[in-house]
């Protein structure tokens, strides 16, 4: 509900909670970040750390957060020379001991594959609501190696493995008359997966395919943000120096 009537054209205006405090956003009070809280030497084993107690959190909330899932976060990549920028949900896989953070997904028609090719940097943001916290992670990205897809690939339930194989992701579906009527472009999808069933039909083992695998992005810049009363976060930034990993910490202002 808007806190206030629509003015000209906006259709929503300073969007708020409800209730007595209603006229107002929700305030920031769950808890508060200082230095003294960080890991000191590097931001994998602090974010390590947040991560866990995100997990827990969540558990912690019961069958209403049985949709939240610590390792959901937001996957931005930018395209050269233009530069525009593109954002989607992705799911966060791994946290290797060497400071990469792992994400599996198509990487031959996709949108994030085409802004890849042109420009390795990416970012991840990951908030966490239960605790009102938040961390952005910047740097370089590469694919892993197809064993180490493979690896991961194994895990993932048989639709999944279907699917990937299936899916020409963020081509454009064509629609085609179905059962008297045009469909979606639904039809052309359902399509693709069948022939995959039929490729694959008594096959335990799906090998990876060439196109999907991987990604791994090391960060250069992790900063760890509190939410704050007032909206004075507290908000602390780690910037790698050299490639020995070690880390600068400085605090920011909110």
């Known amino acids: ?43 994998i084993p602090q974010f390590h750390r947040w991560f866990s107690e995100a997990q827990d959190a969540i558990r912690a909330q019961g069958a209403g957060a049985a949709t939240a899932t610590a390792e959901s976060c937001t996957l931005s990549t930018a395209e050269l020379p233009s530069g525009r920028v593109s954002s989607r949900m992705v799911y966060l896989k791994e946290l290797d001991a060497r400071g990469g953070y792992v994400l ?21 943001c990951f908030y966490w609501p239960a605790l009102q916290r ?80 991987g990604l791994r992005l090391v960060p250069t810049r992790v900063e760890f943000w509190q939410g704050r009363d007032s909206r004075l976060h507290d908000r602390f930034v780690y910037e790698r120096v050299n490639e020995n990993d070690e880390w600068v910490l400085s605090r920011l202002s909110p």
Do not use: C
């Open 134 to 213: 938040q961390v952005r992670v910047e740097g370089a990205a590469a694919r892993l190696s197809s064993a180490e897809s493979q690896a991961y690939f194994d895990t993932r339930a048989r639709g999944s493995r279907i699917g990937a194989w299936s899916s020409r992701q963020s081509a454009v579906l064509v629609p085609a008359p179905r059962d008297g009527a045009d469909d979606d472009g639904r039809a052309q999808l359902e399509a693709w997966v069948a022939e995959t069933e039929r490729r694959f039909e008594g096959q335990d083992v799906i090998p990876v395919p060439e196109f999907w695998g």
């Open 1 to 43: 509900m808007a806190l206030h009537p629509p003015q000209g054209d906006k259709l929503i205006f300073a969007p708020g909670g409800s209730g007595a405090q209603g006229a107002q956003a929700a305030q920031f009070t769950l808890g508060t970040l200082s230095r003294a809280d960080l890991d000191g030497s590097s931001p």
């Open 104 to 124: 599996y997904s198509n990487f031959g028609t996709s949108r994030k594959a085409a802004d890849l090719a042109t420009n390795a940097h990416a970012a991840l």
